[in-house]
């Protein structure tokens, strides 16, 4: 089973929205950090948002907050990015990723996590 799978990607205008989604599997996802990175061409990643699977406080970029929403359905071990008023600045690939203790203070470095999702493209025109 693949770790982590992202999907729900697609092309908008500018205040449009949309909502990925990452499926993890069983054993991804229990209690565990799931980030959401993004990432454009010539570009550093980028961290958006960490909701942690056993519950707490779920963490936001500023360039997102009170725009993008993270949530979780532990049912189908699945957690979500619902982007709202997407603008230009929003297009790129976006990744989503586990790791066990990644939902701290750090939780935006890379390096907290320890597997990775293919991406999944957001593109938004003005």
Request: neutral net charge; charged residues 15%.
């Amino acid at each position: 089973q693949v770790p982590l799978v992202e999907s729900g990607g697609g092309s908008v205008q500018a205040g449009g929205a949309l909502t990925l989604s990452c499926a993890a599997s069983t054993d991804t996802y229990r209690a565990c950090c799931i980030g959401w990175f993004r990432q454009t061409p010539g570009k550093e990643r980028e961290a958006v948002a960490a909701i942690y699977t056993g519950g707490g406080a779920i963490r936001y970029a500023d360039s997102v907050e009170g725009r993008f929403r993270a949530s979780r359905n532990d049912l189908k071990t699945t957690v979500y990015l619902q982007m709202n008023d997407l603008t230009p600045a929003d297009t790129a690939m976006y990744y989503c990723a586990s790791g066990r203790w990644a939902c701290g203070p750090n939780w935006s470095l890379e390096s907290r996590y320890d597997s990775w999702g293919q991406g999944t493209q957001v593109t938004v025109s003005s």
